[in-house]
């Protein structure tokens, strides 16, 4: 059977983005609209004319609105199977017409609760009747077209041009998909909340709330699809950043980027981070950023080549100017001067992104990982110590320096992957083991590294979790390094602790790891 032109939609959104064009077209194709509240304002304010949805069901809206499209009249008009002769009889048993187009963008929930709202008015704006009306178009996408996006439009419009007003079942079927998609993530946007408010454990059942940015040109390899979702609701971050300039984010570049990224939101004083694999291969912090980067870079400046940089502040032209001199795939800030962006414009391949503050760093954030039939859910790593939660196991004290390029080193090791082993001075990373299957070759490669820049003479040194045995501490000394902040935690800590005091170094526990797999 052919397809019918659409005969009556009925439209209620909250994004009156692009609504009035969007309505102005299907009454060009004489389609009738029914509406609501706001949205029935605006159209008969363009001039549109519009029929009330309380006129007609014949019942008007109740509990201050909670109560308005529930209704027979409605619902039967979406979902009557109309090559059923049952249904056919039923509806015009009851007088109901068919809607062949449903038009419904939802209350806006997750941009309350971000709005930092108090709990009633979140509740307030969960909606019942978009997400009904919706799954019900959907379910029936066989006669009905269910639009839940502005984005949407465009394409509903252009078929209706080219079928004589009618809307393919292709094209009904993608927007049916789309529509599940939208409810799915605005419920569990809604049950994310909810297990945030009560605490607890983990719901049984969880789904990302998360909304598609971008179609990447691969994922990590070019044999591999990919795509770049942003939360629900939205967060400051990589995801949601502006980029101003340079070829389009590859998935290597998104993921890289956010390594940079939280590393240096580690940071409340002027720092940078580089990164490369997803591993920072040079930190540094202080009161001047040229002379951070120039200490970052001095980590590891072979790395750094085709790296990604993060910066907790703006960035004006000096720094700019030294960036360039290197080639980078991404640098992202909160932001960028105008003059900063002048220099960046004469690399034009290079991708410059500014997230316009830092992303918040919270213990209420989840991670999630792929694993095969299921996943991983876990906090984010918030883990945060001070000198005060550290325990000083060797005979000798650290010095005030010690203690304070300890802490930053800590502060990195967290972002380094497992094992991992980090020297730092002067309060910038000197050296940096990455991924190895031993501790002992991590602390190597890492002071192996440092040979050929900066020097792991006189630095500290950090690891992520304990030493199982002295060796891997043994190596840190013959590097150079005076003190050691570590878990602690080892079966064999009196042995690591001795060859410490053997060696004269410092060293202190912090009981807690920082695995990063």
Known sequence: MADKPIARALISVSDKTGLIDFARALARHKVRLLSTGGTSKALKEAGLAVTEVSAHTGFPEILDGRVKTLHPMIHGGILANRDDPKHRTAMEGHSIDPIDLIVVNLYPFAETIASGADYD???????????????????????????????????????????????????????????????????????????????????????????????????????QKAAVYRRTPVEPGVATAEQHQGKDLSYNNYNDADAALMAVAEFEDPAIVIVKHANPCGVAGGENLGDAWDKALACDPVSAFGGVVAVNRTIDAALAGKMSDLFLEVVIAPSVSEEAQAVFSEKKNLRVLTTGEMPHLSEARNTVKSISGGFLFQTEDFGEIGREDCKVVTDREPTEQEWTDMLFAWKVCKHVKSNAIVYARDGATVGVGAGQMSRVDSAQIAASKSAKAAGTEGSVVASDAFFPFADGLLSAIEAGATAAIQPGGSVRDEEVIQAANEAGIAMVFTGMRHFRH
């Open 121 to 223: 008015t979140c509740i307030e704006n969960i909606d019942v009747g978009g997400p009904a009306m919706i799954r019900a178009a959907a379910k029936n996408h066989a006669y009905v077209a269910v639009v839940t996006d502005p984005g949407e439009y465009e394409s509903v419009i252009a078929e209706m041009d080219a079928n004589n007003g009618a809307v393919g079942l292709p094209l009904r079927s993608w927007l049916a998909r789309e529509a599940y998609a939208r409810t799915s993530s605005y419920d569990a946007t809604i049950s994310d909340w909810l297990t945030r408010q009560q605490g607890g454990d983990w719901p049984k059942r969880i789904t990302l709330p998360g909304r598609r940015m971008q179609t990447l040109r691969y994922g990590e390899n070019p044999h």
